[in-house]
């Protein structure tokens, strides 16, 4: 089975531009959040979606937006980039864990964002 | 989710067994202990979990206080490829955020030839 898979895997903005990220589930995996990282730190949570809808959301501005398909990948957009934007993002895909009823999360490699 | 602490750093010499600590004394009983490592320029990899046992797996051993308000994760014999950052997670298993992990900034574990 594949893992999850996320692009561009680095890129360039300038400030007050706007970014698209994607993200492609691990088969079956029907729930996908996104994390943000920010250098020398751990990763922070920004929201998730499930079922086409976001159902939870961390401590992000609404410029952080994103979408989940019917074949459950993802992007994320953020509009207005300001510096404080620059990190590795990282999206994460589950199923709830069958045996224990605990979420078990596999991450994507990020997409690097570096804002000038 | 109640919040963990580890040491920022630790070093083992390859081939020997490595305990990280973390400490989580305000854990509550329907809080699960996660442990999850990242690799450089990788995202966090998961690697055992667990509620009151000790578990065990292929990658690690989880060892729980009795009061669970310390657990340790234990890599049996330490490689180079097990250098990483590892981040110990409580998770409540009643939580609806879902996928809302809290990381910190883990443990920063070398292995040394």
């Known amino acids: 089975e594949t893992g999850v898979t996320q692009s561009p895997t680095h890129l360039i903005k300038t400030r007050g531009q706007q970014v698209t990220l994607r993200c492609s589930s691990q088969?079956?995996?029907?729930?996908v959040s996104w994390y943000q990282q920010a250098l020398g730190q751990g990763p922070q949570f920004i929201f998730q979606?499930?079922?086409?809808?976001?159902?939870g959301r961390g401590n992000f501005p609404p410029r952080f937006s994103g979408l989940q398909f019917p074949n459950y990948s993802s992007e994320l957009n953020v509009n207005a980039l300001e510096l404080d934007d620059s990190a590795l993002y990282l999206c994460?895909?589950?199923?709830?864990?069958?045996?224990?009823?605990?979420?078990?999360?596999?991450f994507g490699a990020g997409s690097r964002l570096t804002v000038l | 989710d109640a919040k963990t602490t580890q040491p920022n750093s630790m070093e083992s010499n390859e081939e020997e067994p490595v305990h990280l600590p973390c400490n989580h004394s305000?854990?509550?009983?329907?809080?699960?202990i996660h442990w999850y490592r990242q690799l450089p320029s990788q995202g966090p990899e998961y690697v055992i979990h667990g509620l009151t046992s000790n578990v065990n797996n292929r990658m690690a051993s989880l060892a729980i206080a009795e009061d669970r308000k310390s657990s340790t994760l234990i890599l049996h014999r330490a490689t180079l490829r097990d250098a990483a950052v590892y981040y110990c997670i409580l998770r409540n298993r009643k939580s609806n955020t879902g996928n809302q992990f809290y990381f910190g900034t883990g443990t920063s574990l070398t292995v040394i030839p």
């Open positions: 305000t854990i509550s009983g329907t809080d699960y």
């Open positions: 994460a895909s589950s199923l709830p864990d069958r045996s224990s009823g605990a979420n078990v999360l596999t």
């Open positions: 979606y499930y079922r086409e809808e976001e159902n």
């Open positions: 088969s079956g995996h029907n729930t």
